[in-house]
């Protein structure tokens, strides 16, 4: 019995170290991959609007006897222009910019273009036909400045992304429309909505 628990208490030693060996096994081939640093946010500025083309106003460019008066841009519309043609042949062109000054680029995801309609301005003895035959024969049109269309996906740079917008109200001298008394000429809402690209 003695002979017995001597060899336990030899297994017992041995097993001791052989479990004490493969620790010291595995640690030797074992190793350890660290990793650290750090990161920043800097967020980018959005800065995306309307500005003079040149000076601090909004001059028309005329052809014709037409005339326009009011205009006003803010950096992020263009409204009150009151536009008079008087004959075929009239034109009023505004010229303007949108530009991209923040630090992300930016993508005209949505254009929906206004539209003309016409009707006898109040007081006016012109019937609806004759505004009808008179707005059938005007040419409303925003492009850009080189006349190429703007079309939804266009592309301003950040930093220093510009476009040259050009507005413009034409009647076609090839009109016969001859309306005898004012014709009023609403101009519906354009809009251009950009995002991050």
């Known amino acids: 019995m003695e002979r017995d628990r001597g060899f336990k208490i030899v297994a017992l030693i041995a097993l001791i170290i052989a479990i004490a060996g493969l620790s010291f096994g595995y640690a030797a081939w074992s190793t350890t991959l660290t990793i650290s640093g750090s990161a920043k946010i800097n967020p980018a500025t959005w800065d995306v609007h309307f500005a003079y083309k ?29 536009i008079t043609l008087k004959a075929p042949g009239d034109s009023v062109t505004y010229n303007w910019l949108v530009k991209n000054e923040g630090g992300l680029d930016a993508k005209l995801k949505t254009y929906n273009f206004g539209s003309i309609s016409c009707a006898p301005a109040t007081g006016s003895t012109a019937t609806q036909t004759q ?13 850009y400045a080189d006349g190429s269309a703007i079309s939804v ?3 301003l740079v950040k930093n220093t ?27 519906s809402t354009t809009t251009m909505i950009y995002e991050q690209d």
Do not use: H
């Not at 000076?55 to 222009?81: E, H, Q």
């Not at 413009?168 to 004012?182: G, N, R, V």
């Open 54 to 82: 040149s000076g601090s106003s909004l001059t028309p460019t005329i052809i014709g006897n037409a005339s326009s008066t009011g205009a006003t841009l803010t950096s992020t519309s263009v409204s009150g222009f009151d």
């Open 131 to 143: 505004a009808t035959a008179v707005c059938n024969d005007l040419t409303y049109s925003l492009t």
């Open 161 to 187: 992304g510009s476009k040259e917008l050009k507005m413009t109200l034409l009647w076609k001298s090839t009109s016969t429309a001859t309306p005898p008394d004012d014709i009023k000429v609403t101009v």
């Open 153 to 155: 996906g266009d592309v």
